[in-house]
């Protein structure tokens, strides 16, 4: 699955991120999920520097579109995904799954044969089904917002 022509998009590590990458990463995640969804929680939560974090934007230098963290545990032979965030002119394209399909492939990448673990937004759970995910809990509210958590099997290397 390819990125639209007019979209690029790739990983770094947080050491990796440029001062002015990193300032629209917490803007765009402070933006959507504390102002938007109103949901007042700690988003610097001193995670980001042990993760890889991939960004996608309008263009080489346009801008930011969505993001994604992801944590490979290899030990565990797990990964997690986390803080899938999307601006408003982004929704609706289809950005969300392929920032979510880079997501599985990197982490089965990086930790082959790995289960993934994320917890959804409830309202999105149909979505993380369509990709392979089933929920493992009931729901609960976390930040104010009700979720669930979900995992993807390991599938076989």
Same mark, same amino acid.
């Given at each position: 699955?390819?990125?639209?022509?007019?979209?690029?998009?790739?990983?770094?590590?947080? @050491?990796? $991120?440029?001062? /002015?990458?990193?300032?629209? $990463?917490?803007?765009?995640?402070?933006?959507?999920?504390?102002?938007?969804? *109103?949901?007042?929680?700690? /988003? #610097?939560?001193?995670? /980001?520097?042990?993760?890889? @974090?991939?960004?996608?934007?309008?263009? =080489?230098?346009?801008?930011?579109?969505?993001?994604?963290?992801?944590?490979?545990?290899?030990?565990?032979?797990?990964?997690? !995904?986390?803080?899938?965030?999307?601006?408003? =002119?982004?929704?609706?394209?289809?950005?969300?799954? $392929?920032?979510?399909?880079?997501? !599985?492939?990197? *982490? =089965?990448?990086?930790? %082959?044969?790995?289960?993934?673990?994320?917890?959804?937004?409830?309202?999105?759970?149909?979505?993380?089904?369509? $990709?392979?995910?089933?929920?493992?809990?009931?729901?609960? #509210?976390? /930040?104010? #917002?009700? @979720?669930?958590?979900?995992?993807?099997?390991?599938? %076989? #290397?």
């Amino acid at each position: 699955m390819g990125l639209p022509a007019t979209q690029t998009a790739r990983w770094s590590t947080f @050491h990796e $991120l440029s001062l /002015d990458e990193l300032y629209e $990463l917490l803007r765009l995640r402070q933006n959507v999920f504390i102002l938007e969804q *109103a949901s007042f929680y700690a /988003d #610097i939560d001193g995670k /980001d520097q042990a993760a890889l @974090h991939y960004l996608m934007r309008e263009g =080489e230098t346009g801008p930011l579109l969505g993001a994604i963290r992801l944590f490979a545990e290899p030990e565990n032979l797990s990964a997690r !995904i986390g803080r899938v965030v999307i601006a408003k =002119e982004g929704r609706g394209s289809g950005l969300g799954r $392929l920032m979510m399909q880079a997501g !599985i492939d990197k *982490a =089965e990448a990086m930790v %082959p044969g790995c289960t993934i673990h994320l917890s959804a937004q409830s309202y999105l759970e149909a979505f993380y089904r369509s $990709l392979g995910f089933e929920s493992v809990s009931e729901e609960y #509210i976390e /930040d104010g #917002i009700p @979720h669930v958590d979900m995992i993807r099997s390991a599938k %076989p #290397i």
